[in-house]
């Protein structure tokens, strides 16, 4: 698997909204992070998915290193 582009050390908090889905970027190239703006197209990444099931603020890995993407897991840390 190829290294993904590290956005931000830190996650980014979003307000989600329940019922609505989010598309992470995975390649750390978009410039609206922490969601995909197709900048992936040059590479071998693809977005992921997040569904919402409630209203909640969600802390999105910004890292792209996280092994629970599309959320951060504390991996940023030790980058
Ligand atoms: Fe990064 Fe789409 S821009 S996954
Ligand atoms: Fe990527 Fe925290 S920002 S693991």
């Keep these: 698997m190829p290294t993904p582009n590290i ?3 830190a996650p980014f908090a979003v307000d989600v909204e329940a019922g609505k889905s ?5 390649c750390g190239l978009s410039a ?3 969601f ?3 900048s992936h197209k040059t590479t071998a990444f693809t977005p992921v998915e997040y569904a ?5 603020t969600v802390y999105f890995c910004g890292c792209k290193h996280s092994a629970k993407k ?3 897991d504390g991996t940023h ?3």
Excluded: F, I
């Design 70 to 72: 599309p959320l951060c």
């Design 32 to 34: 609206r992070q922490p």
């Design 77 to 79: 840390k030790s980058l």
């Design 22 to 26: 989010y598309w992470w970027c995975a």
């Design 52 to 56: 919402a099931s409630a209203t909640q």
């Design 7 to 9: 956005a931000q050390k």
């Design 36 to 38: 995909c703006d197709g």
